[in-house]
């Protein structure tokens, strides 16, 4: 059943005025007529989050009534957004709210949405693709929790000072924010350090016990996470550590007060800062026990969801499939054959049958650099009895190797868990491969790229386990709440359905050649643009066209990202203006955006880069009407939902073969900007689908690359043979944008004419090449249009509701609720 009370949680106008009226009064303490827009947003907020829990609580009731399977998505990272307007959209009352905010005197909705915090508790594309794939599981009406840290402090906040990346510490929880519910009831503890023992049970056996030197406490703070027009809500399940004072009290006794206040203050910086993905040793110590806390509270909570429903342990893989978001929640292998083995007394076997058919993992990266590998004496320091379960795990595997692979020592060495070439230490990536029924990549090229070049020995021995899932975005956040103007336009012409099936964008397919239609198309697009023309004008000081072809390169900043390729390209265009050559040059709006990781200086060079040539060009009288470079500062989930609809060019031009999926090239696609791109990651489905004739092609492949590698690349060579780039090298190097300094970007030339590690020059003559085909096809705008129309009508399959339909069938064995719930 469900728990409806239309008397409090109607989705009429009225009802959530009422609502509104009653938490301004009793939750905030505040009269309407002195109400601020944070207290109106508070209401709202708290008035919506009524209606999200009887939906929340009736699916939790038929969940305990009926069990079935679950998915438990482990992920250190969920990069959630803003809350109000995605759960107005799933409810279905974005209309009402505004009409209950009109009695407030608010004239448009957008006044409130503004006022929202973004929680950013993640770095870029894993943590937001998390977030996509939470509301396409509750849209799917998927039983699901995602488990992962309610960091205090998200992803930095980024200011530009002088053209710097400035880091400022991102108080998220400081206005409160209404969207989590505490349940300090389920609490879990999690050991940290000591020593093992063994011992002989009652049955006489010979067993070891783990005794932590330190303890913390879990708090979950769950997230009710609603689907679209759907009445089941999942949930997140986010962990707070804290303190363990209870176990404490012999430190109290004895007097030792202070000692016991500083382990409470130990264990509350555990959740208390995430970490940017930069792939230096910072915090690493820490961060192996964000780890681990997270990763034992969500199994220890899974467990007792099958005690408390009377199920048996042993039934675990029929009601819970874990993924594996990344190896950074790999430690579940061997805690739940901790749990198990050491809490419920299991045999090594079935432990061993449980866990590898309950877990599968997802890999996002073959960068090197970003390989979890953990020192063995961190590892054994922190996780002493782990180490001696991972140690078991891997002495069975490499027995099975043996079998396979008679005399083949040198295969063992490669494979086995624990690295030991140099100093020792644990490679997650062998230790989720071997732990997991399944290993996914998350696109074509990049799972092949998987079995072929990260793990070809793994792939050999089990075939069967290794697939791919394509990333996908939720076109609900992505389209429908980001580009209300383009839904409307959808809307009116092909219906509302594609908000739940995207594939039915391919009824637009037919208006390909409809010219009334394609102006429309156009001019929906530049009414989009105008609005992020004023953003730029009131955040960044530049003026810039709304006519002009906005050509956007927004993501984390990364050396194989190539935004400095970008920037070379925008520094020849500049010069082609000075020098009268700029004949058929589209007049452009180059836009970037994007956080640097605080420990990697080159991409913060990179910023100082952009802003440098931004700041020459935009004040050169030449440039006026022909070129534009803006910076946005602090790019983050909110600010994307401005970018992608009103962009007309998409950039993509990694390397190939370093990214692996991408998943703003899929949102940039779908709202209509047509993609310059390399063929990487799933920018080769996107151009499979769209069209080779609506999607700009350039750069070397994933096999070219290899063949410059292997002959011994040498970037000067590209360098001898293009005078534009020459030109372009020179006056960066002579001052020419940073104010005559000659040594500030040494570093970055000195990186692009030495070792060049991302072929920025070996790419740099297509990437030119291809920008003008780009300007030539912008001069025929009803082609454009249509180009752009055929984006949007083909990339239905990058939703993540397909993604999610993919895990469930292929890997989760999973199916919809099957209960009725009505609300
Ligand atoms: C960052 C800075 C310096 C060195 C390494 C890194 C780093 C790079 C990749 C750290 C972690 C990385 O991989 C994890 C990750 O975030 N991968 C992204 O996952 C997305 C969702 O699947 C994909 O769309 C992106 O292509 C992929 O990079």
């Known amino acids: 059943g469900c728990y409806n009370d239309p008397e409090r949680a109607g989705l009429d106008a009225k009802s959530v005025f009422d609502g509104m009226t009653e938490h301004l009064f009793f939750t905030l303490g505040k009269l309407a007529p002195t109400a601020s827009r944070h207290d109106l947003y508070m209401a709202l907020s708290y008035a919506v989050r009524d209606r999200l829990m009887m939906r929340y609580l009736a699916t939790t009731e038929a969940m305990r009534a009926h069990p079935q399977k679950s998915v438990a998505y482990l992920s250190a990272e969920f990069l959630i957004g803003p809350q109000l307007n995605n759960n107005l959209l799933n409810l279905g009352i974005q209309q009402e709210a505004e009409a209950a905010l009109r ?16 929680p950013g508790l993640g770095n870029g594309g894993l943590g937001r693709l998390a977030a996509c794939y939470m509301e396409s599981l509750a849209s799917l009406k998927i039983p699901a929790t995602g488990y992962g840290i309610r960091y205090e402090f998200g992803i930095f906040d980024q200011l530009i000072r002088d053209g710097w990346q400035v880091e400022i510490t991102d108080k998220w929880l400081k206005g409160g924010w209404p969207w989590e519910l505490p349940q300090p009831d389920e609490a879990c503890f999690v050991g940290f350090g000591g020593r093992t023992e063994s011992y002989i049970d009652d049955k006489g056996s010979y067993r070891s016990r783990w005794i932590p030197a330190e303890h913390a406490i879990g708090i979950p703070h769950d997230v009710p996470v609603l689907g679209y027009r759907v009445n089941i809500c999942d949930r997140l399940r986010l962990w707070r550590a804290d303190a363990t004072e209870s176990f404490d009290f012999y430190a109290f006794n004895i007097g030792d007060y202070y000692g016991a206040v500083e382990e409470k203050v130990g264990s ?10 930069d792939g230096t040793d910072e915090g690493r110590r ?7 806390f997270f990763v ?6 899974m467990l007792r969801s099958l005690d408390n429903r009377g199920l048996p342990v042993e039934d675990f893989p029929k009601y819970w499939t874990v993924q594996l978001n990344d190896t950074h929640p790999a430690i579940a292998v061997a805690e739940l054959m901790r749990l198990l083995i050491d809490d419920r007394h299991m045999d090594w076997d079935k432990a061993w049958d449980i866990t590898s058919r309950s877990v599968a993992y997802t890999n996002h990266t073959l960068l090197p650099e970003a390989l979890e590998k953990w020192d063995l004496n961190l590892f054994s320091s922190l996780l002493p009895r782990h180490l001696e379960l991972i140690y078991e795990i891997n002495r069975r595997f490499l027995q099975q190797l043996r079998l396979r692979y008679p005399g083949n020592d040198a295969i063992q060495r490669k494979l086995s868990i624990i690295d030991e070439d140099g100093s020792k230490a644990v490679r997650m990536a062998h230790l989720a491969t071997i732990g997991a029924h399944h290993v996914n990549g998350v696109a074509a090229l990049h799972s092949d790229l998987v079995k072929t070049d990260l793990l070809p020995e793994f792939a050999e021995l089990w075939p069967e386990k290794f697939t791919n899932v394509t990333n996908g975005v939720t076109p609900r956040r992505w389209v429908a709440l980001a580009n209300p103007e383009l839904s409307t336009l959808l809307n009116e012409h092909i219906g509302e359905d594609w908000i739940s099936n995207m594939e039915n964008l391919r009824k637009l397919e037919e208006r390909q050649n409809d010219q009334g239609f394609l102006e429309h198309w156009g001019n929906t697009k530049l009414s989009v643009k105008r609005k992020l023309a004023s953003y730029i004008h009131r955040n960044t000081g530049v003026l810039v066209d709304p006519s002009t072809l906005f050509d956007v390169q927004v993501k984390r900043i990364h050396e194989y990202k190539r935004q400095h390729l970008n920037v070379l390209q925008v520094i020849t265009q500049y010069l082609r203006i000075k020098n009268g050559q700029a004949d058929g040059m589209a007049p452009r709006t180059v836009i970037f955006g994007g956080k640097a ?6 991409a913060k060079l990179i910023i100082r880069f952009i802003n440098g040539i931004a700041e020459t060009v935009n004040a050169d009288p030449d440039m006026d009407g022909r070129l534009r470079v803006v910076f946005l500062p602090d790019y ?13 060019l998409s950039e993509q031009i990694s390397t190939a073969g370093k990214e692996a999926s991408g998943t703003g090239n899929m949102k940039f696609a779908m709202n209509g900007a047509l993609t310059i791109g390399t063929l990487d990651g799933a920018n080769v489905e996107i151009r499979e689908l769209v069209g080779a004739e609506n999607f700009f092609l350039f750069g070397k492949t994933v096999e070219e690359i290899n063949d410059l590698k292997r002959s011994g690349y040498n970037p000067g060579a590209f360098i001898n043979a293009m005078p534009e780039l020459q030109e372009a090298l020179r006056l960066i190097e002579m001052g020419h944008f940073s104010n005559g300094d000659s040594e500030l970007f040494r570093p970055l030339l000195d990186n692009l004419t030495g070792h060049d590690p991302f072929f920025v020059m070996a790419d740099f003559a297509d990437y030119l090449r291809a920008q003008e085909a780009v300007s030539l096809a912008w001069t025929d705008r009803m082609h454009w249009n249509r180009m752009s129309l055929l984006n949007t009508a083909r990339t239905g399959f990058f939703s993540s509701d397909r993604s999610i339909g993919e895990y469930c ?7 919809p609720l099957n209960v009725d719930i009505t609300c």
């Open 286 to 292: 820490l961060r192996l026990k964000q780890q681990h």
């Open 268 to 277: 509350e910086t555990l959740s208390k800062v995430l970490y940017p993905n």
């Open 636 to 648: 983050n989930v909110k600010l994307g939902e401005q970018v992608y609809p009103a962009s007309d």
């Open 809 to 815: 069938e292929n890997i989760w064995n999973v199916g």
């Open 103 to 118: 009695n407030f005197g608010i004239e448009s909705l957008q006044q409130i949405l503004d006022v929202e915090e973004e």
């Open 597 to 602: 990781a605080p420990g990697y200086y080159m």
């Open 296 to 301: 034992s509270c969500s199994l220890q909570d």
